[in-house]
């Protein structure tokens, strides 16, 4: 229904406002190139195989995604790719400042959401960790508690 899908949309600008907030609000002394380089990296293999699905090249995906030049969008991409290693940086600094724990009970509920599913095996659980381990998806977790915590105070002040 409508006020559902306007609730969410609220939501969602209110997540990203505040994480633009706290990066632009930070001071970043030592951001690791090969931290960009592996989302960049990410970023270029997604919208590759993305192309590939429609018989693109890169260079096609780029023009389709309003970029003049391949260069130009690869540029793109590794601001984006900056961007996010800021963003995740802010979100490990409260995970420590905050001392953001995760429960065992909290940890299978956000994979059971991870993995779009109300329920499932364990299998299926192991399945899933294996291929994203379970170290990876511990990190994204607490980084969106972080960002739930962020939210809350935000929405107290």
Not at 94 to 122: D, H, Q
Not at 135 to 140: K, S
């Amino acid at each position: 229904d409508m006020e559902l899908e306007l609730k969410n949309t609220y939501e969602e600008n209110l997540y990203a406002d505040v994480l633009k907030q706290m990066v632009d609000g930070s001071t970043f002394t030592k951001i690791l190139d090969e931290d960009i380089a592996f989302y960049e990296n990410d970023m270029v293999n997604y919208y590759t195989m993305l192309g590939s699905q429609y018989g693109m090249e890169f260079a096609e995906v780029a023009s389709v995604c309003g970029f003049d030049t391949e260069e130009a969008f690869r540029a793109n991409i590794h601001d984006e790719a900056s961007e996010y290693v800021k963003e995740y940086m802010v979100l490990q600094s409260i995970v420590a400042n905050e001392n953001i724990n995760l429960s065992e009970e909290e940890y299978g509920k956000r994979v059971l959401g991870y993995m779009r599913v109300e329920e499932a095996g364990e299998e299926e659980i192991a399945s899933f960790e294996k291929e994203y381990s379970k170290e990876y998806l511990e990190y994204c977790i607490k980084n969106d508690l972080a960002l739930e915590f962020l939210v809350e105070k935000a929405k107290k002040n």
